[in-house]
């Protein structure tokens, strides 16, 4: 169902049992360890972070929803063909809600969560993928999406992007994880390793270096031709997996894919 322009419901959600929900879509996982299967896409909006690369603007830096309940949610998701369910955003956990709905969900449905590391749950997750965020992609005038002006931001994202205890949990919560970082080039390398490193210092779980994916920094298909291969590259020699990016390869930029 495309929500992505239904704005004429209230900016607020008085009664406290609704999530605002972006988009909400069936498509093929895109990105990491599950990509290539059939996936259905619950997209909240809004977000503690402001990556300038956000390839989700308008769940973060100009968030636009429909509110819709939980119980709503799951019969849309229920109409839907695939097994596979992915709650993303925005950052869906900042949303109390978002644990409402895996609940509801889990009895039916592999739930992956697509999360920025920076909070916790205690819901039912199959898959946590795990995507923290590095020093590269912090806003600055130069580099914030077009007319946009990162004001507070650029302090408040690079206050924020990393949070060791909730990295430590979220790796140990779920039957499994995935830590997929966005590169923007070999100057990233140094912080991944130090912060894999940081993470493995903390977790009782094991991380092998096979969960740990780099994933190209791309928005676009012509964005992609210039990244993928370099942190291709990067991945194999520095022993970690890369991921590529399907939806983009295969459908572009465009919505609800
Ligand atoms: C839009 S985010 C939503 C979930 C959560 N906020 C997060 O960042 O993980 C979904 C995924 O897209 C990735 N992503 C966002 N913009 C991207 C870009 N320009 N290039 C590559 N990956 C990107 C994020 O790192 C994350 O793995
Ligand atoms: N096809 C597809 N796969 C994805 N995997 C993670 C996505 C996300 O935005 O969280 C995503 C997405 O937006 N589309
Ligand atoms: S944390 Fe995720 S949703 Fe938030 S700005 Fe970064 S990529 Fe976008
Ligand atoms: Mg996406």
Same mark, same amino acid.
């Given at each position: ?12 959600? =008085? ?7 972006? @988009?909400?879509? =069936?498509? *093929? ?13 619950? /997209?909240?909006s809004g977000c503690n972070l402001r990556c300038w690369f956000c390839d989700s603007y308008h769940t973060s ?10 119980? $709503? ?17 925005? @950052? ?8 409402? *709905? ?19 749950? $205690? ?10 965020? *590095? ?35 979220? #790796? @140990?919560? =779920? $039957? ?9 080039? /070999? ?7 130090? *912060?894999?490193?940081?993470? /493995? ?20 298909? $012509? ?7 370099? #942190? ?15 939806h983009v390869d295969l459908w572009n930029d465009a919505p609800e894919t």
């Amino acid at each position: 169902m495309p929500v992505s322009d239904s704005v004429s419901r209230p900016d607020s959600d =008085a009664d406290g049992d609704r999530l605002p929900v972006n @988009e909400l879509f =069936a498509s *093929l996982q895109g990105e990491g360890k599950l990509a290539g299967v059939p996936s259905t896409f619950v /997209r909240t909006s809004g977000c503690n972070l402001r990556c300038w690369f956000c390839d989700s603007y308008h769940t973060s830096w100009e968030p636009t929803h429909a509110w819709m309940t939980v119980e $709503d949610i799951v019969a849309e998701v229920g109409e839907l063909a695939p097994s596979h369910v992915v709650v993303t955003g925005g @950052e869906p956990l900042i949303h109390e809600e978002t644990n409402a *709905l895996l609940s509801e969900l889990a009895d039916d449905y592999h739930l992956t969560v697509e999360t920025n590391g920076t909070l916790e749950t $205690d819901a039912p997750v199959d898959l946590a993928s795990i995507s923290p965020k *590095l020093a590269s992609s912090t806003p600055t005038p130069e580099n914030a999406p077009e007319g946009t002006d990162p004001g507070v931001w650029t302090d408040k994202h690079e206050a924020d992007r990393i949070d060791l205890e909730s990295l430590s949990s979220l #790796v @140990e919560h =779920a $039957d499994d994880f995935q830590l997929k970082f966005v590169v923007t080039g /070999r100057d990233d390398m140094p912080e991944i390793e130090a *912060l894999v490193s940081e993470v /493995r210092g903390v977790t009782a779980r094991e991380i092998h270096d096979t969960d740990v994916l780099l994933m190209p920094e791309g928005q676009t298909r $012509d964005a992609l031709e210039g990244s993928r291969t370099a #942190v291709a590259d990067l991945a194999a020699e520095f022993g970690y997996r890369y991921t590529p990016r399907l939806h983009v390869d295969l459908w572009n930029d465009a919505p609800e894919t």
